[in-house]
């Protein structure tokens, strides 16, 4: 009898090798890390006005580039995460504050 090996992907195996949201380091700018204070004294005023704004992230464990994300940016009211809706809705990102490199308005 064959053992029959299953090769469906992961959920997590395939936002780690197919990112639909990242963009290449090459092909963007990477500006100088923000202060931590300056970070979340952006965050309250983009979440107060509403503003279209782009988060750039660290590097992380999983990708080693830089990642651009862009859409309207709402704070949880219960944790210490933003939640940052993009234009097309069909993603929600939760971020935290000590993992963003960069913002700027859109």
Same mark, same amino acid.
């Given at each position: #009898?064959?053992?029959?090996? &299953?090769?469906?992907?992961?959920?997590?195996?395939? *936002?780690?090798?197919?990112?639909?949201?990242?963009?290449?380091? &090459?092909?963007?700018?990477?500006?100088?890390? #923000?202060?931590?204070?300056?970070?979340?004294?952006?965050?309250? +005023?983009?979440?107060?006005?509403?503003?279209?704004?782009?988060?750039?992230?660290?590097?992380?464990?999983?990708?080693?580039?830089? +990642?651009?994300?862009?859409?309207?940016?709402?704070?949880?009211?219960?944790?210490?995460?933003?939640?940052?809706?993009?234009? &097309?809705?069909?993603?929600?990102? *939760?971020?935290?504050?000590?993992?963003?490199?960069?913002?700027?308005?859109?």
């Amino acid at each position: #009898m064959e053992r029959l090996v &299953d090769t469906k992907m992961t959920l997590f195996s395939h *936002l780690v090798n197919k990112p639909s949201y990242s963009i290449n380091s &090459d092909h963007i700018r990477i500006y100088p890390q #923000m202060p931590n204070k300056q970070i979340k004294h952006y965050i309250k +005023i983009a979440s107060r006005r509403e503003s279209q704004i782009i988060i750039q992230l660290k590097p992380s464990t999983h990708s080693k580039k830089f +990642i651009e994300i862009s859409g309207i940016i709402t704070l949880s009211p219960n944790t210490s995460h933003i939640i940052l809706t993009p234009n &097309d809705n069909q993603t929600i990102h *939760l971020i935290q504050a000590k993992h963003i490199h960069h913002l700027r308005l859109a």
